[in-house]
């Protein structure tokens, strides 16, 4: 892959058949609301979402996770999901008014990587798991260089979102069951949490030399772990009180 952004043709439009402005606001303080009562769902700290283009990255512990992430979000953010999730009409619907888009998560997907860049370039919030799925241990998994490489080539600030409790929901397919063999992390919380970390950039270059896509997801990753609790911190427990790369 270059590292330079793909070019996009602009056939995707970004407005068309998505939620946006006051009934955008209006449905997400009525789902919010509900979400309060029937998940005990807890929003922290999501001031501090840009109102501009910004690459998202989370943990991943259930399917519901970028449906309620979208919920907390407080402007438009176009998911990259399954393209699994897209096959039965209803959930096809749903994912595209919330803005959401499909990828094919066994291989490179140059048609998603350019939907991705086109919607930062717009100024529009992009969100990604860098794990590529959701975790079966329940705690961080190595992640993928891609979204590193991402954030590199299209210059644009990262969130750190983290999730916890929707490990506890039912409805999460195979790796739900594998997860029922795994013990329950403990969130320090009842209900759901989804907490907003601080952006920051990711410098091309340091000290002369090019920062790898590696590098930079370790970077997301580190800062990710550092808002979780520690049961949820897994292979990237050891590394958050190592000095990452300066923004």
């Not at 109102?51 to 998911?79: E, M, R």
């Not at 930062?120 to 241990?137: F, H, K, N, Q």
């Not at 970390?197 to 590696?214: H, L, M, N, S, W």
């Amino acid at each position: 892959m270059s590292d330079q952004p793909v070019p996009f043709d602009g056939s995707t439009d970004f407005v068309k058949y998505t939620i946006r402005g006051r009934p955008r606001k209006i449905l997400r303080l009525f789902l919010l609301a509900i979400l309060r009562v029937v998940l005990r769902m807890r929003v922290v700290n999501a001031g501090r979402a840009p109102d501009d283009g910004v690459l998202v990255v989370s943990n991943h512990l259930h399917n519901a996770d970028p449906v309620l992430t979208t919920i907390a979000y407080p402007y438009p953010i176009h998911y990259m999901a399954k393209k699994e999730a897209f096959r039965f009409p209803l959930f096809r619907l749903v994912l595209r008014w919330a803005g959401a888009f499909p990828v094919d998560r066994g291989k490179a997907d140059r048609t998603a990587i350019r939907r991705a860049e086109a919607a930062l370039a717009r100024g529009i919030a992009v969100g990604m798991y860098p794990e590529g799925t959701r975790s079966v241990t329940l705690a961080l998994a190595s992640a993928h260089a891609g979204v590193g490489l991402l954030a590199l080539r299209n210059d644009v600030p990262i969130l750190p979102v983290v999730v916890t409790g929707t490990e506890r929901l039912p409805f999460n397919g195979a790796k739900g069951r594998a997860q029922e063999s795994v013990p329950m992390p403990n969130p320090g919380h009842k209900g759901i949490r989804i907490l907003f970390g601080d952006p920051f950039r990711i410098p091309r270059e340091i000290d002369g030399r090019k920062v790898t896509a590696e590098e930079a997801t370790d970077r997301m990753m580190i800062e990710i772990a550092k808002l979780l609790p520690p049961d949820y911190r897994g292979v990237y427990a050891d590394r958050i009180a190592q000095p990452t790369t300066s923004s």
